[in-house]
């Protein structure tokens, strides 16, 4: 400014010296001496009166520069707390009104703000013309590709638009177009200056309101997923700290539910009321997800309520993000379990009853039959022995008693014999089994037998076992009866922490072979001859013909079924089966 | 053998089991007769003794209950009950029912021996109230219509005139009947007739009977 000013000054003066010199220069006819000095005082005149044109001039000026800087500060307030009122969605009539107010402080009679969509495209998001339009209305658009060169990040000056580029926290938000009106024109460098200030303003107000329009968008989007899950889910930050949860959730946490007891802000697990054994498992489950051992798991677990027991399942999932995490569903299962406990405890039954069935025809028959030639032969007995008290006994009565009396006891080897019979091997389905097979159809029979009395059951089944002869129901019967002694036994032994039991099968000597260990208590050594005998049993309802009869079949097949104590405690039972083909 | 200990029958369908039974009681001085069906059992010719009879629950056709509601009905037999498996609901039935005892197979002699003891004893008691009831019953059959009405009264413990006054005779009249009432039926005293009546619940007086008598007080 003040260049300027010396420059009409000095241009002023040169002028008002050659005018001087010009003057003296010509000739004059009342004395030269007297021109010059009035010469000299004109100029002298002209140039104070230059000064004061050109005080006046640049006192307007700086005032009218002043007022532009006042409207642009004003404006750029303005502009702050429009943006910073602005939520979506977005009303833009004040901020527009604020925009238009601040464009003449920057020597504009347009202005526009683009958006870079997430296409990379950009969008205008506002057009104004500043009020009133200092230079008229915009003449022409000078060009979409000044936009684009803004949006490379540098800014684009040319005569009449100015394109500056929208850019906060290294993104490239969008373009900032000023026109002023006149496509000769250039831009001060204040405006510049003043243009890049509300440039980096907006950029920064563009971001904010990006930011939020994008945590709503996300949060609803959150809140609808979240919703729309079955389920209790509750998100999980890499420490185990619940961020968010669901309607359900939230209602679950006025419930008993010992699971869902967590709100946001709180750690999980520490909110988890469980027996320790489940709520470490649970524990585990989650640390294994939130420390990236493992994408996701399961956990199921029953809980005890004044109704009965109920069941959980929880599903962890990790959070595919760079900041860790996890999602953790809560299902109340119960209903679901329930009806699967029921489906196999009515399977297990119809099996065990089957079997038991059959026994107690044959046990209630064989009673009744053994009964009455005992009870011939007792008494016969004693009637004999008081008749052998009396001082002269009947010695022909005697013999009779005797004869009765082995008579009732072959009555009672038929009846063994009969029994016997019962188990005929024409009456057997012979076939030609995988033994493996049949031993896998009955585990996974009590599977959930097994699970709910605790006991895990570990099978090491030896491939290509050599195919056996044998009757399919009848052999499934005896791998049934041990397994279910096996899981019997080691739910029974109070002892043991983590009752199991392992199936091994095998090949050896021509024979296959299947070996079922339990954590149960073992057999106690006096009684290991004993346990094959008929009604020898150590459960309270126990028929005690559940091992006869197996060794019974499995002897009808030409194997052994053998038990023994384990060296490392529980009992073992073994099945030995000649191999189809081997002769016997 | 001079004196029995008693008549005890046995009624088991396996014969073997019977007759082995048999044999033991009948080396304990018991007279035994064996059946090897309750059909068989019904058709024995009576004999008028206290006995007990020994009963196997499990019988084909006729089942040991049904047979002991049989011998309840009109006898003084007492019943063992014996069984191959005690299963409680029959044995309670069978207790209930009148059994004096609930044997199980093999059965021991000493439970025997001492069930039937039981029972015997048992059937003597009832054999006697028994024949004390027929003959008394027999006795009370001589009686005349009138002489009924009169030991009706006189179990009440009227004295003869009441008597006289209810049944509208002379008091002289009523002494006559009294005297036939008390010979007639055997008994010495009118306490004794009244124990009697009671036991046998007979000589009820009938209010249907004709009371040619004056006015009579109605209670109430």
Redesign the interface.
């Known amino acids: 400014m003040a260049r300027d000013d010396l420059a009409l000054l000095a241009l002023m003066s040169i002028v008002a010296v050659g005018l001087s010199w010009e003057l003296a220069e010509a000739p004059q006819p009342s004395g030269g001496s007297g021109r010059a000095l009035a010469l000299s005082l004109l100029a002298v005149q002209l140039l104070a009166l230059g000064v004061l044109l050109v005080g006046r001039i640049r006192r307007r000026r700086d005032q009218a520069l002043l007022a532009e800087l006042l409207q642009y500060e004003r404006g750029l307030s303005e502009v702050l707390k429009r943006w910073a009122a602005l939520s979506p969605p977005e009303k833009t009539d004040g901020l527009s009104q604020s925009l238009r107010e601040i464009a003449p402080s920057v020597g504009a009679a347009r202005l526009m703000v683009c958006e870079r969509t997430a296409s990379g495209e950009l969008s205008v998001w506002c057009d104004l013309q500043a009020s009133p339009p200092p230079g008229g209305p915009p003449r022409s658009w000078p060009g979409a590709d000044v936009n684009i060169r803004a949006l490379e990040g540098r800014l684009v000056q040319l005569p009449g638009v100015l394109a500056l580029p929208l850019r906060a926290s290294n993104r490239m938000l969008g373009v900032l177009t000023l026109f002023n009106g006149d496509e000769r024109r250039t831009w001060t460098d204040e405006h510049v200056r003043r243009a890049v200030a509300l440039a980096d303003v907006l950029a920064h107000a563009l971001l904010h309101l990006q930011d939020r329009r994008g945590v709503r968008e996300t949060a609803d989007f959150t809140r609808a997923v979240l919703a729309s899950v079955s389920g209790d889910v509750a998100v999980l930050d890499d420490k185990g700290v619940v961020v968010t949860v669901n309607t359900s959730w939230i209602e679950a946490m006025s419930s008993s539910n010992p699971t869902t007891r967590a709100g946001a802000g709180m750690v999980l697990v520490e909110e988890v009321k469980l027996p320790p054994e489940s709520r470490t498992r649970l524990a585990k489950a989650v640390q294994s997800v939130l420390d990236g051992s493992r994408p996701q798991t399961a956990v199921d677990y029953s809980w005890e309520e004044p109704g009965g027991q109920r069941w959980s399942e929880v599903r962890i999932q990790r959070l595919n993000r760079q900041e860790g995490g996890a999602v953790f569903t809560h299902l109340d299962v119960t209903a679901r379990k329930r009806l699967e406990a029921e489906v196999q405890r009515h399977f297990h039954e119809l099996a065990h009853v089957n079997m038991m069935s059959g026994m107690g025809e044959l046990a209630a028959a064989v009673a009744h039959e053994l009964n009455q030639p005992l009870t011939a032969v007792l008494s016969n007995a004693q009637a004999a022995r008081r008749m052998m008290m009396t001082p002269a006994p009947a010695l022909g009565e005697v013999r009779e008693i005797l004869d009765d009396i082995i008579e009732q006891d072959k009555r009672a080897g038929d009846v063994i014999q009969r029994i016997r019979r019962v188990l005929r091997k024409d009456q057997f389905d012979w076939t030609v089994l995988d033994f493996n097979g049949l031993i896998l159809d009955v585990i996974r029979l009590l599977g959930n037998q097994a699970a709910l009395g605790g006991v895990s059951v570990a099978s090491t089944l030896t491939p290509d076992l050599p195919p056996v002869r044998g009757d399919r129901v009848q052999l499934q019967q005896v791998v049934l009866n041990l397994l279910l002694n096996a899981i019997q036994a080691s739910i029974a032994n109070e002892s043991i922490r983590k009752p199991a039991v392992s199936v091994v099968t095998g090949a050896f000597d021509s024979a296959a072979y299947f070996l079922v260990r339990d954590s149960g208590a073992g057999i106690p050594p006096e009684n290991l001859d004993r346990i094959f005998d008929p009604f020898y049993t150590t459960k309270p309802d126990g028929f005690g013909m559940g091992l006869s009869i197996s060794r019974s079949i499995v002897e009808l097949h030409q194997g052994q079924l053998t038990a023994a104590n384990h060296t490392m405690g529980g009992a073992e039972f073994s099945v030995r089966l000649p191999a189809e083909g081997r002769p016997s | 053998m001079t004196a029995s200990a008693g008549l005890v029958y046995i009624v088991d369908d396996?014969e073997?089991?019977g007759?082995?039974?048999g044999?033991?009681l009948?080396?304990?001085g018991f007279e035994v007769r064996v059946f090897t069906s309750a059909a068989a059992f019904l058709r024995r010719t009576g004999e008028d003794r206290p006995a007990c009879v020994v009963l196997d629950q499990?019988m084909p056709k006729v089942s040991g209950l049904e047979l002991q509601r049989a011998i309840n009905a009109d006898s003084a037999l007492a019943v063992v009950f014996m069984t191959?498996?005690a299963d409680v609901p029959t044995s309670v039935e069978a207790m209930k029912a009148g059994a004096v005892d609930f044997l199980t197979?093999?059965?021991?002699?000493e439970q025997?021996l001492g069930a039937v003891t039981r029972a015997l004893e048992r059937s003597a008691a009832a054999h006697a109230a028994g024949r004390e009831r027929a003959e008394f019953l027999e006795r009370l059959a001589s009686l005349t219509p009138r002489e009924r009405q009169v030991g009706a009264l006189m179990v009440q413990g009227l004295l003869n005139k009441q008597i006289a006054w209810e049944l509208g005779t002379a008091e002289k009249t009523v002494k006559v009947h009294r005297a036939r009432v008390m010979d007639k039926l055997a008994v010495g005293s009118v306490a004794e007739l009244a124990r009697l009546a009671e036991r046998t619940h007979t000589l009820r007086f009938e209010p249907s009977d004709p009371r040619p008598g004056g006015p009579r007080e109605m209670p109430g």
């Not at chain 2, 197979?105 to 002699?109: G, L, M, N, R, T």
Request: zero cysteines; aromatic letters at 0%.
């Open positions: 396996d073997a089991v007759r082995a039974m044999r033991v009948v080396a304990s499990r191959g498996h197979k093999p059965v021991d002699e025997l």
